[in-house]
């Protein structure tokens, strides 16, 4: 601490040359610290609180996805560890793997089958909830009930109702004098199963999303167009859905990307095998077979990442078709 | 000064924050040195092995010590995946697992470094208390004593009598048992079976019988002693395979994948008329077609000669913090008098002569299947039983001959395109 006495030759530092201030050398040492931490606060605090989502993301999430690359360039079995960089063997059998190609035939497939028919019924509920309708709380609450439970127990009860000889919906066909469907064997029989349990559980969210996004939509316009004579039909034709445009991309991409990993039900339907003949194996199943049945590391993180990639490429595209029709 | 400090604070608490949240995913495994001194030892089983009474007796001898058990019902589809990933991971096993006759070679000959020698705890005195081939199987590949033999499976067949009666077959179990000496009349007397149109089928499905006749082959299976995968050339499983291709072309099979739901609900609605029955899978038809099917099944004996289908060990891991303690248990529940509590309670056949003499087991007959003395029928083929050698890929490698053999059954694939089928998964799941 320096004292500062009468006649004494000012210090050197950049403390001397400002304004002399009040009180003592000690407050204005608190205070430099104390603007220093002000400082600090106001440029990391951000930093800080948004850290413990970005550090664990960067430990579970980040980490796992690079190491994976590492991973899927060398031949690498869970007995043997690290057996040496390969290149990109892996990638070149996947590309000729008829095994793979199937998976990501099936994947598309139960896609389609389920997500169109979801998407559609969903904009239907929606509708039928934004009018007037006794107790639509009730109804809008019901919705969301499937989406509660958990993927397991739909998919166990599923497989259970889809049962061949002693299934209640194979029971039910019966009266109507259709045989037994034997619903795990055949390709598209399979993937209506499967896409059943999916729209059960998923139509309802969708549905509630459709409805808030419609609730946006300004009264006025379809008062306008009644005025005009405009139906109900073309109300929702001509006004609902254009105004919904950005809603529906939205739901489409959130679809689309969990779609590509589905895992759950297809397992619980049948195994990571996906059926007698991959009937229903989709690209995760591949995956999980390949790295946690037959133990091949390497492998199953090639397909990892070739997956990762076709999402990558399919959110890029839909990102692309919507900022496009946004500029529109 | 105070929002100084205000902030400061809150910055450290964000800070902790990071820290805790990172702390709580570290260490989220259960600490298991307890505060009050008791010691937990896990169990991991699969199926049923009839160690609920004998826990609780141990539990009371040794009042420090809890025993847990995780029991899993599927072996192939759940047990094994898991119980690897937990011993290559090097954490989540249990203390004591239980390794299957199945994958014994893939545990202890190719990573018996992750099981105890136990005979560092003195088991090499035990060897006497099990059957030879038993105890041999048990070792590590430099001699270690890494398993201890719990059941056998021995090998019958069962029937249901009722569905015998409706088809106006002998349901007498000495007249079955003579109808089918080999595999051929066993598909004579199902062909005469479909002719009576009971609407049952004479098997489920061919895959236990796959399974069944694979066993009494011999010396291997799909792979050989070096680990070579052979199923192209092995004349068991070549034979094996035809004799499946018949029974699926005579029409025998109920087409249920075994152990789904639908399997489960055909034993309980009485839609199949034979099982291969191994010790264990008496307990497993008890259970599921519960009291409505008492006295509908008896036990005759098996087609061909014998064999012996599943039976397991108790391994400890190296995981374990408590390996003296989870040797002493594993020693006790695979003690000759531990194995007969097991029959007792679950009808797992004892892998201990001496407990194959005990008039507990001998002298046994299961109410449950018209009074029929299996303790005399497993116990009298036990001692000749001849280990098989399965490979360390044997799981993965079922598994796609499994599949195979649904398909042919199903229709979807000709016998031909199955064989390829099963061949080519093979060689993936191998890796050969």
Not at chain 2, 51 to 64: A, G, R, V
């Amino acid at each position: 601490m320096t004292l500062l006495r009468r006649g004494a030759a000012p210090p050197g530092d950049k403390e001397a040359t400002s304004l002399p201030r009040p009180g003592n050398d000690a407050v204005t040492e608190r205070e430099r610290r104390q603007i220093f931490w002000t400082r600090m606060d106001l440029r990391v605090t951000p930093y800080l609180f948004i850290a413990p989502f970005f550090i664990l993301f960067a430990i579970f999430g980040l980490f796992p996805l690079l190491y994976t690359v590492w991973v899927s360039l060398h031949d690498w079995t869970l007995l043997g560890g690290n057996q040496g960089f390969n290149w990109f063997a892996h990638y070149t059998r996947l590309v000729q793997d008829a095994k793979f190609w199937n998976s990501l035939y099936n994947t598309f497939g139960i896609f389609v089958v389920a997500v169109v028919p979801q998407l559609l019924l969903a904009m239907y509920l929606a509708d039928t909830l934004s009018r007037r309708i006794r107790a639509v709380n009730f109804f809008r609450m019901g919705l969301l009930l499937p989406y509660l439970t958990s993927i397991a127990a739909v998919a166990i009860v599923f497989s259970q109702l889809f049962g061949t000889q002693f299934g209640l919906i194979n029971y039910v066909l019966g009266f109507f004098g259709i045989d037994p469907i034997n619903w795990q064997a055949g390709r598209f029989s399979s993937w209506v199963a499967i896409a059943v349990m999916i729209d059960w559980r998923w139509t309802g969210y969708n549905a509630l999303i459709y409805l808030a996004a419609m609730s946006a939509i300004p009264r006025e316009i379809y008062e306008a167009a009644a005025i005009d004579g405009a139906s109900r039909m073309r109300q929702f034709w001509q006004i609902t859905i254009p105004m919904l445009r950005p809603t529906i991309i939205f739901t489409v991409i959130v679809s689309t990307i969990g779609q590509m990993q589905l895992f759950t039900e297809p397992v619980i339907f049948g195994d990571v095998a996906g059926g007698t003949q991959g009937q229903f194996q989709t690209t995760m199943m591949l995956i999980f077979e390949e790295a946690f049945r037959f133990n091949n590391y390497g492998y199953g993180s090639a397909i990892a990442w070739t997956l990762f990639m076709i999402i990558v490429v399919l959110s890029a595209l839909n990102a692309l078709l919507t900022s496009k029709i946004k500029g529109a | 000064m105070r929002t100084f400090h205000r902030r400061y604070w809150k910055t450290t608490a964000a800070m902790l924050g990071v820290v805790a949240l990172l702390g709580t995913s570290a260490c989220s495994g259960d600490d298991e040195a307890d505060s009050d001194g008791k010691i937990t030892l896990t169990v991991d089983t699969f199926g049923v092995f009839g160690y609920d009474e004998l826990f609780e007796q141990y539990m009371e001898e040794n009042p420090n010590i809890i025993i847990k058990e995780n029991n899993v019902t599927d072996l192939h589809a759940d047990y094994v995946p898991q119980l690897q990933q937990n011993i290559a991971a090097g954490s989540g096993a249990g203390d004591i697992v239980a390794i299957e006759e199945g994958i014994v070679q893939q545990f202890f000959l190719s990573q018996g470094d992750n099981f105890v020698d136990l005979a560092e705890y003195g088991a090499e005195e035990l060897k006497d208390n099990f059957l030879p081939w038993k105890w041999e199987m048990g070792k590590g590949p430099n001699g270690e004593i890494l398993g201890l033999g719990t059941d056998i499976g021995g090998m019958s067949m069962c029937y249901n009598k009722t569905l015998f009666e409706d088809a106006g077959l002998p349901t007498d179990r000495e007249e079955v048992s003579a109808s089918w000496e080999t595999w051929d009349d066993f598909i004579e007397v199902g062909k005469k079976f479909q002719e009576a149109q009971t609407g049952a089928s004479f098997i489920s499905t061919t895959v236990p019988y796959f399974s069944a006749v694979n066993a009494q082959g011999g010396t291997h299976t799909f792979f050989d002693e070096d680990n070579n995968l052979v199923a192209e050339t092995n004349p068991v499983i070549l034979e094996s395979w035809d004799l499946m291709v018949r029974m699926v072309e005579e029409g025998l099979s109920a087409n249920l994948p075994m152990w789904s739901d639908e399997w489960n609900a055909g034993i309980q609605n009485n839609v199949f008329a034979t099982l291969p029955c191994p010790a264990w899978m008496l307990g497993h038809i008890e259970n599921t077609a519960g009291e409505s099917g008492r006295d509908q099944w008896d036990v005759a004996s098996v087609p061909g000669n014998g064999g012996n289908w599943g039976g397991s060990w108790l391994a400890v891991t190296t995981q374990s913090k408590h390996p003296e303690e989870a040797a002493k248990l594993a020693m006790f529940l695979t003690s000759p008098e531990g194995q007969i509590s097991a029959w007792n309670a679950a009808n797992t056949l004892p892998s201990s002569p001496k407990a194959l003499d005990d008039p507990a087991v001998t002298e046994f007959t299961r109410d449950y299947f018209n009074e029929a003395p299996v303790g005399k029928i497993y116990a009298e083929t036990a001692k000749e039983l001849k280990p098989v050698y399965y490979g360390i890929h044997h799981a993965q490698v079922s598994e796609e001959f499994r599949k195979a053999l649904e398909a042919m059954e199903q229709g979807q694939l000709s016998p031909e395109e199955a064989w390829q089928q099963a061949i080519d998964g093979a060689k993936r799941a191998s890796g050969q």
